[in-house]
């Protein structure tokens, strides 16, 4: 998962606890099953360029197979220049073939960890204190488990969907410049990943200090992640006989112009219920200036006052952010080159291009501004279907009985998008409470509580048979 948006969301958020409850993990013997899966995955390196997703899509395939998959249900795809950044496709075929399948998506790749920097061995699944620890013990191993542990007991219990049900596990999220097993799919193989719908990563659920349920997200959207290029250029000279045009002056006015522009407030409909339920929670001043925001998205006053929690600041709108410069050859020289890394997270409904044209603006005549490679397609963000929603609410409430959903918009990124631009809603399914600090994710001692790992697996078990019928 490329940012923490909607963990960030349910943190700015108010709410009435809920004392979580479950079963003993691995009360039961599909449990122990599950847990052996998991552990496997977590065991298995997948950081891109030093361990494999080939190996893990094909241990995945693997028990697939011994659950009774038929060798044409079951695809492991990769590529002669990433031998080891392979994926697994598989399908259980429904009843009826009127209903459009639906895609169980996840990624097998995970963020580097060095051994020197964690308390435990990160490729090693520890439990202690009530938490599993290892890099990737959330993000993404926990869903990808759920899912391939969902298909292989739909198997076993020759559980006949009347909705095909697929899954897809693939490689690449994490890391810009990698090999995308989704990109790769949805460009070149389509058709193995049809889908009416997806269900992915993104949502999930926030717990307090004390362990307690404060709320469920379903991720419905998110913002396209892009970076550009600043540059000023000078034929430069000797330092001793100043001119005024200068290289690293001129990219500097260009990135406080940056920093100086704020985006126009925009809502989606998913965006739009988040801050209609916030507005509920917290009251005063607050509510009162998101109400009057979303009557009039162009009431700067009441911008300035729900812009002040940088989470809904970025939630209302594009935003760009310098992050790396780069200027001059030596102390004693004009600089001839200067340039800034410009990081921007587009809202949905905008474009890459829209975006250049008003960094160009912003930089002025003397900058040039160009979009780095890859550009990632711009977020489609699907509709609140209550087709989609309701199921999710109401296996909430047995589940998680008092626990609200709400629908938001992640400010950061994932492969949905390249799902979405082929036409596939994507949604990030709730139900995978995660800590007040986001549980190390892509940081030191990544973990997750060993009781909310299992309850998200008999929730999005009982989701994915829901919708499959």
């Not at 007991?153 to 559980?159: I, P, V």
């Not at 406080?256 to 989606?268: G, I, L, M, S």
């Not at 409909?269 to 607050?286: I, L, M, W």
């Not at 990544?446 to 009982?462: F, K, M, P, Q």
């Amino acid at each position: 998962m490329r940012g923490i948006g909607v963990a960030a969301l349910l943190a700015g958020l108010l709410a009435g606890t809920t004392t979580a409850s479950g079963a003993a993990a691995q009360a039961r013997p599909d449990e122990k099953a599950f847990y052996d899966l998991y552990r496997e995955m977590v065991e298995t390196n997948t950081v891109v360029n030093v361990g494999s997703c080939t190996q893990a899509a094909e241990q995945v395939a693997a028990r697939l197979k011994r659950a009774g998959y038929a060798d044409a249900d079951v695809t492991l795809f990769s590529t002669p220049e990433h031998p080891k950044d392979g994926g697994v496709v598989a399908v259980l075929r429904g009843s009826d073939a009127a209903l459009k399948p639906m895609l169980l998506l996840g990624h097998l790749d995970v963020v580097e960890a060095k051994r020197a920097d964690w308390q435990r061995d990160p490729f090693k699944l520890v439990e202690e204190g009530g938490f599993y620890y290892a890099r990737g013990a959330v993000d993404d191993k926990a869903m990808a488990a759920i899912w391939a542990d969902a298909m292989v007991r739909f198997r076993q219990q020759n559980y006949r969907p009347k909705r095909t049900i697929k899954l897809a596990l693939t490689c690449g999220e994490e890391t810009t410049f990698a090999f995308n097993g989704a990109q790769w799919l949805a460009q070149h193989r389509p058709e193995l990943i049809a889908a009416e719908f997806a269900l992915n990563e993104g949502g999930g659920g926030r717990l307090d200090a004390q362990g307690k349920r404060q709320l469920l997200a379903v991720q419905v959207g998110e913002k396209a992640a892009q970076n550009f290029t600043l540059l000023a250029t000078n034929p430069g000279g000797h330092s001793s006989t100043p001119v005024p045009e200068n290289a690293i002056y001129e990219l500097a006015d260009a990135i406080k112009a940056v920093q100086n522009y704020e985006f126009p407030v925009r809502f989606t409909d998913t965006t739009r219920a988040y801050f209609t339920a916030t507005a509920r929670r917290v009251g005063g001043e607050q509510a009162a200036a998101i109400t009057r925001l979303l009557a009039n998205p162009q009431d700067r006053a009441a911008d300035a006052i729900v812009s002040r929690d940088k989470v809904m600041h970025s939630t209302l709108r594009t935003t760009c952010v310098t992050t790396l410069l780069s200027a001059g050859h030596a102390e004693n020289a004009l600089p001839q080159r200067a340039t800034a890394n410009v990081n921007c997270r587009i809202f949905p409904g905008e474009t890459v291009d829209g975006t250049l044209a008003k960094l160009r603006e912003l930089a002025g005549s003397k900058v040039t501004v160009t979009a780095n490679q890859p550009i990632r397609p711009t977020a489609v963000p699907p509709t609140l279907d209550p087709k989609i929603i309701g199921p999710m609410e109401a296996l909430a409430k047995k589940h998680f009985p008092g626990v609200p959903l709400l629908p938001t918009m992640s400010t950061g990124a994932t492969d949905g998008v390249f799902l979405e631009a082929i036409g596939i809603p994507v949604y990030g399914v709730p139900g995978t409470f995660l800590e007040p600090d986001f549980n190390g994710v892509h940081g030191l001692d990544e973990r997750i509580r060993v009781e909310s790992l299992y309850a998200a697996r008999d929730y999005l078990y009982d989701l994915a048979k829901t919708y499959a019928g």
